[in-house]
């Protein structure tokens, strides 16, 4: 490329080669170049420009699952009257199908697989709750506009009874990307996991000026054996559906706080008992 005669301001050679470095910097870094990365990045991961499918993970009561069956009904209502017919509500509580509310209050308990399904024949729209998976949603014959007001529609839903902790660790597209790896990428990450802490005691043992610093002995193992259980007891901890109304719920969970704190302080005051007898006999 040939380079543009230099300007007035340009005769001091300082700023002719200013000049001359950022031109040459625009050529070789055009944006087509600069998104080649990012292009390659999310071939690889498969995170591709779509309408969300996943909703946050969150504890659901029959007047969130209300909602949700009212939002699908508004949803798909259009949709079918163009080929007259009318939606049907389905409810899938585990193995059971039932097609009322009143029917989930009767079943009563919780479920960590749940489906409502809103819609007629083979078209059913459907939000579905799978265990310590995102809670996913399938929507079908809408139109990109309507597919993203319901969705945030139902996000606002799961967002009131979101599981915070959960939610901050193990939500969003870079999980979903994760999750859509090979199985055996998988695998070689839970071995990765398993193998971790002695590959890097040997490496540490090795390197005399790393092993003057870093001391590893039981105390490593056991912190991190200790985080990975804690990471796995949170991811694995499931979204849920309780069949009952959330005042219902509030108010047996304030009577098993209560009978937890009695049982706590039962047994601090009986450790403080037997401390004292032991210092004080």
Not at 12 to 22: D, E, I
Not at 38 to 54: L, N
Not at 201 to 225: D, E, K, M, N, Q
């Amino acid at each position: 490329m040939a380079v543009p005669p230099l300007c007035a301001k340009d005769t001091h050679p300082v700023s002719a080669l200013g000049r001359l470095f950022r031109m040459t910097t625009v050529r070789i870094f055009r944006p087509s170049l600069l998104t080649i990365p990012s292009m390659i990045i999310r071939k690889i991961f498969k995170i591709r420009d779509k309408i969300p499918d996943t909703l946050p993970h969150a504890h659901l009561y029959l007047e969130d699952v209300q909602q949700i069956t009212n939002i699908l009904l508004e949803a798909t209502a259009p949709v079918l009257t163009k080929f007259h017919e009318e939606a049907k509500v389905v409810y899938r509580a585990g193995d059971l199908q039932m097609d009322s509310i009143d029917d989930l209050r009767a079943l009563g308990g919780s479920a960590t697989d749940f489906q409502v399904s809103v819609g007629s024949r083979s078209l059913y729209n459907t939000v579905q709750m799978r265990g310590h998976l995102e809670p996913q949603i399938r929507l079908y014959s809408m139109g990109q506009q309507e597919s993203l007001t319901v969705h945030a529609k139902l996000e606002a839903i799961f967002d009131h009874r979101r599981l915070t902790i959960k939610n901050a660790i193990f939500h969003g597209p870079r999980w979903n990307a994760i999750f859509r790896l090979p199985e055996w990428l998988k695998w070689l990450a839970y071995v990765a996991i398993l193998v971790f802490p002695t590959l890097f005691s040997r490496v540490v043992a090795h390197i005399h000026s790393l092993s003057r610093v870093v001391r590893i002995g039981p105390t490593f193992f056991v912190c991190y054996w200790i985080f990975v259980a804690l990471l796995g007891f949170i991811y694995f901890w499931p979204s849920r559906v309780s069949l009952v109304q959330s005042y219902e719920s509030a108010a047996r969970r304030k009577a098993f706080v209560a009978i937890v704190l009695l049982v706590t302080v039962a047994v601090v005051a009986g450790a403080i008992r037997l401390l004292f007898r032991h210092l004080f006999r």
